[in-house]
């Protein structure tokens, strides 16, 4: 009876902290893709929608595979600690996957920061270095 109660609270805990992780970096993560996306609003929010999707879609798939594997517990302190193990995996993925996106998210930034910069112009003069002075 312990692993069906330890199932369920895996379970419960897994989903609520993908959901709450997911609604986190989408309210949040919107304004960083419209700066992104050139101030494009409905580009940044049709990508911020399709990773929401792929956020859920991996993550609550690792967390339907992860119910399997792990010792059977037999008692109330195994299965805190079966529990304890699966949803730090799970917090430990949404971590990685949250980080990761930010990576790829300032690399796309950076390359339109520079795509948008002015080309330099010309300069109106120029110094004479010290040294080329004294040589001659």
């Given at each position: 009876m312990y692993t069906v109660y330890a199932h369920l609270a895996y379970l419960s805990l897994s989903v609520a902290a993908?959901?709450?992780?997911?609604?986190?970096?989408?309210r949040n993560g919107r304004v960083f893709l419209a700066d992104t996306f050139?101030?494009?609003?409905?580009?940044?929010d049709a990508v911020n929608n399709l990773l929401v999707v792929g956020f859920y879609?991996?993550?609550?798939?690792y967390v339907a595979l992860a119910l399997k594997y792990g010792p059977r517990p037999n008692d109330m302190a195994e299965s805190i600690e079966?529990?304890?193990?699966k949803v730090g995996l799970v917090l430990l993925v949404l971590g990685?996957?949250?980080f990761f996106?930010?990576?790829?998210?300032?690399r796309m930034r950076r390359?339109?920061?520079?795509?948008?910069?002015?080309p330099p112009v010309m300069p109106e003069q120029f110094v004479t270095p010290v040294g080329a002075l004294a040589a001659e």
């Open positions: 993908t959901a709450w992780v997911a609604r986190t970096l989408s050139g101030h494009n609003e409905a580009l940044a879609l991996i993550n609550v798939g079966a529990m304890s193990t990685a996957m949250h996106n930010l990576y790829v998210f300032a390359k339109a920061l520079l795509r948008n910069q002015k």
